[in-house]
């Protein structure tokens, strides 16, 4: 069977492949995540007193951006409105629970966008399908409906006065499930408002990778790594994306202590690549708007290692070849590269800690012959050989004083 060809915008997602997760809104003057409201049962007339606090005053949209576009990523997803109801972005008319009418005084999406083209960066707004204001979970069906109304009146807000964005990403119609959310009426408001945006719509932790409706440019892994998506016989290619939190909450957690090491963001990375998936990492920025410190060095430091491999982590497709343990093949154009994982060290033994292996890695089913192949990161020639029914790539060791994590060669081929 074939395999449809990406239209245009989703082929252009797929290149972006890495991009950062923002959940900012009334609960992050909480610190303790995003579902406080929820959790605790807290009732809107005493929830939404957060909002006399809110001012935003650590936001800066071209900073965000300036450090996202230096941990390599080329794109940001904002939650212009979670579950609390509470957006940041002018609602021109439909609700005064929004940032301009908090102290803030500031439509903070119309910031964002300014922020994120300033910086070559791609905004992309997520928005809310739950709403806890409205109880749109429970409420009854005639309610929902007026809810309906309202939530895609807020999209029509978000499509119409910001230009051009990178996509939609919805979450929270698992909260309803079986009810009729209108996507065919929301979606084609998109497509006429802003036919080049990705259309995602999160189906959340026990739907991992599930298509949805016919007109969804992505599918979503939360939490978890992605698995290649089978696209023989589909009507239309369907893209991946895995979103991921630094930490164990989506919004900021004070006392949540359990961060993602650089280490592990290059190996998540990588593996989302292994897939053909991109991966989304959310941070959780502080009450008023900054970065926390962590977050930034983390993701800074890993963006030292996307710079050494960025033509294939951006351009890279998955080759259907077999390969040892966590190793796989990407191909960029013409040009293949072998992504190794778990590489030992090499040194004196008195100072060396040695949990990986160097040496021979073997590769089966790739069609074209591998002459030689070269570190991207020191330009260093490891042999290949050929055998019967398979390809073999001498991995040479981190010297002492490296070690990359996750290390990639560029393979000269003959076809």
């Known amino acids: 069977m074939s395999i449809p060809l990406p239209e245009p915008r989703v082929a252009r ?10 959940h900012w809104g009334l609960y992050s003057q909480m610190g303790k995540g995003e579902w406080i409201m929820h959790r605790k049962a807290i009732p809107p007339a005493t929830y939404n007193g ?13 900073a965000i951006a300036r450090m996202a576009r230096r941990a390599g990523m080329r794109y940001i997803t904002l939650t212009t409105r979670h579950h609390e109801g509470f957006s940041l972005y002018d609602t021109r008319g439909l609700s005064t629970f929004d940032a301009p009418h908090a102290p803030a005084g500031r439509d903070l999406v119309a910031e964002f966008v300014a922020g994120c083209r300033a910086e070559d960066i791609v905004p992309v707004f997520y928005h809310t399908t739950l709403d806890w204001q409205w109880d749109s979970a429970h409420c009854t069906e005639a309610r929902f409906r007026e809810y309906l109304d309202y939530l895609h009146a807020s999209v029509e807000v978000l499509c119409t006065h910001y230009g051009p964005i990178g996509g939609l990403w ?18 084609r408001l998109i497509r006429r408002l802003q036919p080049e945006a990705m259309i995602i719509n999160n189906t959340g932790l026990d739907a991992r990778g599930a298509t949805g409706h016919p007109l969804i440019d992505s599918v979503t892994f939360e939490q978890d790594l992605p698995k290649p998506l089978n696209r023989e ?26 961060y993602l090491s650089p280490a592990q963001l290059i190996q998540n990375l990588a593996a989302c690549r292994r897939a053909g998936a991109n991966y989304l990492l959310n941070v959780g920025p502080t009450a008023q708007g900054g970065i926390p410190d962590y977050e930034r060095a983390a993701l800074e430091r890993a963006g030292d290692w996307v710079r050494l491999h960025a033509r294939p982590l951006y351009d890279g497709q998955p080759v259907a070849c077999t390969c040892e343990g966590r190793d796989f093949v990407l191909r960029a154009g013409d040009e293949l590269y072998y992504v190794a994982f778990e590489l030992g060290q090499v040194g004196l033994e008195h100072v060396t800690v040695n949990s990986g292996r160097v040496g021979p890695r073997a590769i089966t089913g790739l069609s074209a012959e591998v002459k030689s192949a ?25 010297p002492y004083g490296t070690d990359l994590v996750v290390r990639i060669a560029r393979l000269h081929t003959t076809g």
Not at 14 to 22: I, S, T, V
Not at 50 to 59: G, I, P, Q, R
């Open 233 to 258: 016989g589909h009507a239309r290619y369907v893209s991946g994306e895995m979103c991921q939190t630094m930490n164990r909450h989506w919004g900021i957690g004070a006392n949540d202590f359990n």
């Open 50 to 62: 957060l909002k006399e606090s809110f001012t935003a005053a650590d936001f800066d949209a071209r």
């Open 170 to 187: 919805f979450d929270g119609n698992w909260s309803r499930p079986g009810a009729d959310w209108q996507e065919d009426r929301l979606y």
């Open 374 to 398: 070269v570190w991207l990161d020191s330009g260093e020639e490891l042999a290949v050989t050929q055998e019967t029914d398979h390809q073999i790539i001498h991995c040479t060791g981190y």
């Open 13 to 22: 997602f797929e290149r972006l492949a890495y991009g950062l997760f923002l």
